[in-house]
């Protein structure tokens, strides 16, 4: 993909607020030239004349003034960040002082970074495939341990490797095909239908176990639309306060404190929670509660995963009873959890349709059996969330999908004895979706939209 990007662009690349150090990020073919006229390092040096990746120790200009004293560092082009000569420039960490030196800056010719703009440039110089940009953007927005070790992994490329890998065999496998159609005489092995049909059948295979990764990496990534239920004053609030860490929601003894819905996204264990805390589900009077309970069993409708609390101290009620009815409908995993069991143990007989029954304290705050119930629905134990390869998002979930069924298209083609070069058009489909998975053949509106969610500075 062709440059296009020609003004240099700074930005602070550390978060906003106070702090021991900040750092100001200036990238572009003027970028020397523009830390030259802002920074003075006390070597005697002009900027152009630094050595590249070494810090330098000086002073920061605004129009000929010293405003501060930091360090400057050289990346020239190619072997920077964003493949253009960088500069990076350290200053001490006060709101002031940190949006004076970017202000100087852009006096010297720099012009402000847009979101993302960073890690653009850096793909479409070749520096990062389009998966470990994005690997990128999911580091910065890692709201849990798994996703951090994906993110990670993907970012080192096993992702962009497993997808080269299938372009690269499908590519063979056309060329075998082609080969022996462009030069007859040439003493070339001839491609027959099954042999055809076998080698796509195997690529077809390794991307479909590739796209079997996305229920887990969905889970960790894109997250579940969890619904606390159950009938009022059996300690949903107190379940979702152990779940969130922290008191989130209001807890009382008064059945139907819980009025409204609270939602929020929470870790659990490897898994992201969508989770929502309803109102107690029952029949009422009270106007404002009964717009709670409707809210609620909309929530439910929806949910992807329901975990019923009910009161595992005592015997069941008609309330309970009639939840159980409300939920048969639900096509979501079920999980009942029977809390306060520190109060006692009930022998509660309950409907088959829960895939797990845990008892629980939630007062306790130890909800490590729900954290693993949870992981065993919809974390696939196989994957090693280390080193393996996952699809993590709903983009390149569809590009696989749209692969695998050209592949499949192509195997059909050759069955019907339409033969393997005719077939090979579907192949050829199928690679350009796979490049443009990887960012290798993809539109300015992917390539928008994928960075336009990064923070500005990176």
């Known amino acids: 993909m062709k440059n296009d990007f020609l003004s240099t662009i700074a930005a602070v690349s550390t978060p906003r607020g106070k702090g021991g150090v900040a750092l100001i990020r200036i990238s572009g073919e003027e970028a020397v030239a523009v830390a030259g006229r802002c920074f003075s390092p006390k070597c005697g040096k002009s900027a152009c004349d630094l050595a590249p990746r070494t810090a330098y120790f000086g002073d920061i200009l605004d129009d000929g003034a010293p405003i501060d004293d930091g360090m400057l560092t050289v990346f020239r082009a190619p072997n920077s960040y964003t493949g253009e000569d960088l500069v990076e420039i350290s200053c001490h960490g006060g709101v002031l002082v940190t949006r004076r030196v970017l202000e100087a800056v852009f006096k010297a010719g720099a012009t402000p970074a847009v979101a993302g703009e960073f890690t653009r440039r ?43 890998a299938a372009a690269h065999a499908l590519t063979s496998l056309i060329a075998d095909v082609y080969a022996r159609i462009d030069y007859p005489d040439e003493d070339l092995a001839e491609i027959g239908d099954d042999e055809f049909a076998r080698r796509a059948e195997e690529i077809r295979n390794s991307l479909k176990n590739l796209r079997a990764t996305y229920r887990s990496g969905s889970a960790i990534f894109e997250g579940i639309k969890t619904v606390i239920c159950g009938a009022p004053n059996r300690g949903k609030s107190s379940l979702y306060n152990a779940i969130a860490g922290e008191d989130a929601a209001i807890v009382t003894e008064i059945a139907g404190t819980t009025r409204d819905i609270l939602e929020r996204d929470i870790p659990l264990g ?46 069941l009620s008609d309330e309970d009873i009639s939840l159980f009815d409300s939920l048969k409908d639900v096509t979501a995993p079920k999980i009942a959890v029977l809390n306060k069991s520190d109060l006692g143990k009930a022998n509660l007989e309950l409907p088959d349709f829960f895939e797990k029954v845990i008892r629980l304290s939630a007062k306790s705050g130890d909800i490590s059996e729900l954290c693993e119930a949870v992981e065993k629905l919809f974390i696939d134990e196989k994957i090693d969330t280390h080193s393996d390869a996952i699809i993590t998002s709903a983009r390149q979930a569809a590009s696989l999908d749209e692969a695998i069924l050209l592949i499949g298209d192509a195997i059909n083609t050759a069955a019907t004895g339409m033969g393997a070069d005719l077939a090979s058009s579907d192949l050829e489909r199928a690679v350009a979706t796979l490049n443009e998975l990887d960012g290798k053949a993809v539109s300015e509106n992917v390539v928008s939209e994928i960075f336009g969610r990064f923070c500005v500075g990176k």
């Open 270 to 315: 490897s898994v992201l929670l969508h989770l929502t805390d309803t109102a107690g589900i029952r029949d009422t009077a009270d106007v404002v509660e009964q717009i709670g309970v409707s809210r609620a069993k909309e929530r439910l409708a929806e949910a992807e995963l329901v975990i019923c609390v009910l009161d595992g101290s005592k015997e």
């Open 122 to 164: 850096a793909f479409v110089n070749g520096k990062l495939s389009l998966t470990k940009a994005e690997a990128v953007g999911e580091i910065l927005e890692a709201k849990s341990d798994a996703q951090l070790r994906i993110a990670a992994s993907q970012r080192r490329g096993v992702l962009t490797e497993k997808i080269d």
